[in-house]
C-alpha cells in the first residue's frame, strides 16, 4: 500500500485474510473516503499447499489425481491441461472419440462452476432464494457429472491419451433428459438474474473493467470477455474436437447489444456460456464417432513410454474462470523435471484493483466474486525464511539477479 | 422488471424439500446413541439415494487372485497400499485412499475392483473398516 497517499479525510480498512464476506482467503487493503473506496491493494499467498513440490516426487498418473485436488470446481481442468503438456512431449495421438468425450466432461464442468458462481453472486448481494434455485439446478447437473465419472466433484476422468470412462449408447437418453432439465429451466434462470429489479440495481455499473484495462492486465475467461475482449482458448486454438463444434465468443453484447464491463455483463457472459456448454454438449453427442477412448489402454505400458520421452510440453485449456495453463519438462526420469501451474485466477488479480476503485465498500463482496477467485489454485509461490514470511519487491529481485550474475562471473 | 422471484418463492412452500434427509428426518440429539438404537433395531434409517453405477466406493481386493506385481503402489497416487514381502500380498489403508480406481486399471489379474460403500467416517485411521487385506 502506498502509504503516501493517504490524506487527512481517508482511512484504511484491512478486509482479510480471513474473513466472512471471502470464500478463501486473501488480504485487501482498502483505503477509504466515507464510502468511496480510493485505493486498493491485494495480497495473496495465504494458501500456498507446495503442489508442484508434491509433483516432483510422482510419475505423471500419480499427478494427474494431484493436478485434481489443486481446485475442487476446476477439478477437470487441471488434469487435462497437464495432460495436454505430457501428450505434446510424449507424441501421443489422441484418438477421435476422447475428444469429443473429453469436450463433454469439460463443458458439464463449466456448468456447474458458472451455476455455482451464480449462486454465490445471489448469496452476495443478499438474495439467498436465488442461491437455493440456482443450486437446485446446479444439483441435477452434478447427478449427470455422477453419473458420467463416478463421482460428483473428483472425477478422475483424466488419463494421459483419452478419458477413462466412455459414454455408451444406453447412457444417452439420460444424459439427455438432464440436458433437457437444465435447458427448460435455464430460461427462468436468465429470467431471474437478467431481468430482476434487485439484480439490475446491484450490478449495472458497478465493478466496472473498461476494454482497455481488461487487455492490459491480460484479464483472462468471462472476466475478459464481459470487457468485450474476444479471448477464448476454445476458438483461438480449437483444441480437442472444438474445432468441429459451433462455437464462437461469448460476449455480453450477443444478447444486450451494448458492452459494459460491469458485473451485469460478466452475470450475462457465464448465464450466456451455460447455455453454449448444454448446446456443445448436444452437438458431441451428436457427432461422436466410434472408436477408442483411449490412446494406449495398458497403463503399465503408457508409464514407461512415459519414462523414455524428453521435452518441454505446454498444455492450455479453457476452464470456467479463464485460461489454464499447465507447463511440464519431462528429463527422461519417472518423475517430471518441472511441473508449473499458472491458475486462470493469476491473471483475475489485477483486475479488482480497476473494478473496485470508486466502489462503496458494500460493493466489495459482489465485485470481488464477480471474477469467480479461486485462491488455493492461485496461490504457488511463498517465500518462508526463518519462520518468517517473506516477500521481494522488484528492486530487491534485481538486486538478487545481480548479485547472482555476480556469483557466476566469479 | 419487478420482482420475478415472488412467484417461485410461493410455490415453493407448497413442496416438498429437494434435500433426502439423511440419516434421519430431524438430527438426533446423539449421534452415536441413534446409531446404537439402529443397530438395536429400535429406530429405523432414513437411507441415502441411489448411487450410481460407475461409482467409487471402498476398494474390494481378491487376495487369492493377487500376483504380487505391485503395478498398484506404482501408480497410487496417495500411497495408500503397502506391500507385504513374506505374502507377496498388498494392504490398502484407506483412510489415505482418495479413491480415484487407478489400481483398478492397472492391475494385470483384475483382483482389485471398487465397491459400493461409502460410509467410511471413522475417529481410528487404523481401524478394520479402514484396511484392505
Known amino acids: 500500500m502506498k502509504a503516501k497517499s493517504t490524506t487527512k479525510t481517508s482511512y484504511h480498512i ?6 466472512p464476506a471471502l470464500k478463501e482467503p486473501v488480504h485487501f487493503e482498502f483505503e477509504i473516503d466515507g464510502e468511496r473506496i480510493v485505493d486498493v491493494d491485494v495480497k495473496l499467498g495465504h494458501v500456498h499447499r507446495g503442489i508442484e513440490w508434491a509433483g516432483s516426487r510422482r ?11 489443486i481446485c475442487g470446481i476446476c477439478s477437470y481442468c487441471h488434469p487435462i491441461a497437464f495432460s495436454l503438456a505430457v501428450e505434446g512431449i510424449a507424441d501421443i495421438e489422441i484418438p477421435e472419440r476422447a475428444e469429443y468425450l473429453r469436450v463433454i466432461q469439460g463443458e458439464l464442468e463449466r456448468i456447474c462452476s458458472h451455476m455455482l458462481w451464480a449462486g454465490v453472486a445471489a448469496h452476495e448481494i443478499g438474495f439467498d432464494s436465488v442461491l437455493y434455485i440456482t443450486w437446485e439446478m446446479r444439483e441435477r447437473a452434478l447427478d449427470l457429472t455422477e453419473y458420467l465419472t463416478g463421482n460428483r466433484v473428483t472425477k478422475a476422468i483424466t488419463m ?5 470412462r466412455d459414454i455408451t449408447k444406453d447412457m444417452i437418453p439420460r444424459i439427455q433428459k438432464d440436458l433437457k432439465y437444465l435447458k427448460d429451466n435455464f430460461e427462468k434462470l436468465r429470467h431471474i438474474y437478467l431481468d430482476d429489479k434487485t439484480f439490475k440495481l446491484r450490478s449495472k455499473d458497478c465493478g466496472i473493467l473498461t476494454n482497455e484495462e481488461a487487455v492490459k492486465l491480460c484479464a483472462v475467461g468471462p472476466t475478459t470477455r464481459a470487457s468485450g475482449v474476444k479471448k477464448d482458448v476454445r476458438v483461438d486454438t480449437s483444441y480437442f474436437a472444438y474445432g468441429d463444434l459451433d462455437i464462437d465468443y461469448m460476449t455480453p453484447d450477443v444478447l444486450t447489444g451494448e458492452v459494459n ?3 451485469y455483463d460478466r452475470i ?3 448465464l450466456l456460456e451455460v447455455k453454449q456448454s448444454i448446446e456443445l454438449i448436444e452437438q458431441c453427442l451428436d457427432k461422436m464417432p466410434k472408436g477408442d477412448i483411449v490412446a494406449e489402454p495398458k497403463v503399465a505400458k503408457l508409464l514407461a513410454q512415459l519414462k523414455k520421452v524428453e521435452g518441454e510440453g ?3 485449456h479453457e476452464a470456467p474462470r479463464g485460461e489454464v495453463v499447465h507447463y511440464v519438462k519431462l528429463t527422461g526420469e519417472e518423475h517430471p523435471y518441472t511441473w508449473k501451474v499458472r491458475a486462470p485466477t493469476y491473471n483475475n488479480i489485477l483486475p479488482w484493483i480497476p473494478m473496485l476503485k470508486g466502489e462503496q465498500i458494500a460493493d466489495i463482496p459482489i465485485v ?4 469467480d477467485p479461486c485462491m488455493s489454485c492461485t496461490n504457488r509461490v511463498g517465500i518462508i525464511k526463518d519462520g518468517n514470511k517473506n516477500e521481494l519487491t522488484k528492486e530487491q529481485l534485481h538486486q538478487l539477479s545481480i548479485q547472482k550474475t555476480r556469483r557466476l562471473m566469479k | 422488471m419487478g420482482f420475478s422471484m415472488l412467484g417461485q418463492v410461493f410455490a415453493q412452500m407448497f413442496k416438498k424439500p429437494w434435500t433426502n434427509k439423511f440419516p434421519a428426518k430431524y438430527q438426533p440429539s446423539n449421534t452415536t446413541k441413534y446409531l446404537a438404537k439402529v443397530a438395536e433395531g429400535k429406530a429405523k434409517i432414513n437411507p441415502p439415494i441411489e448411487i450410481p453405477k460407475g461409482f467409487r466406493g471402498k476398494i474390494k481386493y481378491d487376495k487369492d487372485k493377487c500376483i504380487g506385481c505391485k503395478l498398484c503402489i506404482k501408480v497410487c497416487p496417495t500411497d495408500a497400499i503397502e506391500f ?3 505374502e507377496k500380498k498388498i494392504k490398502i489403508y484407506l483412510s489415505r485412499c482418495c479413491f480415484c480406481s487407478q489400481c483398478n486399471d492397472i492391475c494385470p489379474t483384475k483382483c482389485l475392483s471398487m465397491g459400493d460403500e461409502f460410509l467410511l467416517a471413522d475417529s481410528d485411521p487404523y481401524s478394520k473398516d479402514l484396511i484392505v487385506e
Request: hydrophobic share 40%; charged share 20%.
Open chain 1, 160 to 164: 494421459i491419451g483419452g478419458v477413462r
Open chain 1, 261 to 263: 464491463g460491469d458485473v
Open chain 1, 14 to 19: 484491512p478486509i482479510g485474510p480471513i474473513h
Open chain 2, 84 to 86: 507385504k514381502p513374506e
Open chain 1, 59 to 69: 510419475n505423471p498418473i500419480q499427478i494427474l489425481y494431484l493436478a485434481e485436488r
Open chain 1, 368 to 371: 470481488a466474486a464477480s471474477t
Open chain 1, 314 to 316: 505446454i498444455g492450455r
Open chain 1, 268 to 270: 450475462v457472459v457465464r
